[in-house]
C-alpha cells in the first residue's frame, strides 16, 4: 500500500492491528482503489493455512458463489467482491454460513472462516431501497476499511509512479522512464476515475 498521506498511514496501521485477528472486515472504495490487494495483505497477516478465495459476485455464476460460500471454513478466507451485487437468496444462505448451522448469531466468525468483503456502493442505501439484508449488512461491518480514490491523496502520485515505474521497467528488462516535471504535474492533477489501478496502466 504506497503512500504517506495520513489516510494511508492509518490504513496500514489497521492492517497491522487487525490482520491476525479472526473479524469480518468490510473493505470500501471505488474500483482501482486496490481492495483486492488489501484483502491479501489482512489474509497473509491472518495465520489462515489455505488460500485466499476471491469471488466477483458480479460475473460469478450462483453455482460457483455457492461452492464458494459451502468451503472447508477452517482453512481458507473468503473475499467477497462486489457484494452488492449478491442476490437476496445467496445474501441469505451467506448469513446462515457466517451464523452456523445452528442459526447463532453470536458466534465466533470464522464459523464461516475469515470472510472479507468489498464493496464501491453504499450499503447502507441499499439496506433503505431493501437491496440488501439489514441483517447482513450488520455483520459485515464488524470491521470497515474505506480506501480513498487517489484523487483525494493526490500528494501519493509521485510516490506511485516511480514505484510502478520502477516494478514495471525491471519487469521488461528496461530502464525506468525519466519522468520530467511537466510529467508528474499531468499525473497529480488528472482526476484518475479509475484510480491506482489506472495509473499503473498509464505507467505501462
Known amino acids: 500500500l504506497v503512500g504517506e498521506t495520513g ?56 453455482a460457483a458463489l455457492t461452492r464458494a460460500l459451502g468451503r472447508d471454513a477452517a482453512a481458507t478466507t473468503l473475499f467477497l467482491g462486489e457484494i452488492d451485487a449478491m442476490p437476496l437468496d445467496l445474501q441469505a444462505e451467506l448469513l446462515r454460513s457466517m451464523a452456523g448451522e445452528s442459526g447463532e448469531t453470536d458466534g465466533d466468525p470464522r464459523s464461516a472462516g475469515r470472510l472479507f468483503a468489498a464493496t464501491q456502493t453504499n450499503l447502507a442505501e441499499l439496506v433503505a431501497r431493501h437491496r440488501f439484508r439489514e441483517d447482513l449488512w450488520h455483520r459485515l461491518r464488524v470491521m470497515r476499511i474505506g480506501l480513498p480514490p487517489l484523487r483525494e491523496r493526490r500528494a501519493d502520485i509521485p510516490l506511485l509512479a516511480a514505484y510502478f515505474n520502477d516494478r514495471l521497467s525491471a519487469e521488461m528488462g528496461r530502464p525506468p522512464v525519466e519522468l520530467q516535471p511537466a510529467d508528474l504535474e499531468a499525473l497529480v492533477t488528472h482526476d484518475w476515475a479509475g484510480n491506482v489501478t489506472e495509473l499503473r496502466q498509464v505507467i505501462e
Open 7 to 62: 489516510p494511508m498511514r492509518e490504513i496500514r496501521a489497521l492492517v497491522e492491528r487487525i490482520g491476525a485477528s479472526t473479524s469480518t472486515v468490510l473493505i470500501e472504495g471505488e474500483a482501482g482503489t486496490g481492495r483486492k490487494l488489501l484483502a491479501r495483505l489482512l489474509h497473509d497477516r491472518s495465520g489462515v493455512p489455505g488460500p485466499l478465495i476471491a469471488v466477483d459476485c458480479r460475473t460469478t455464476d450462483r
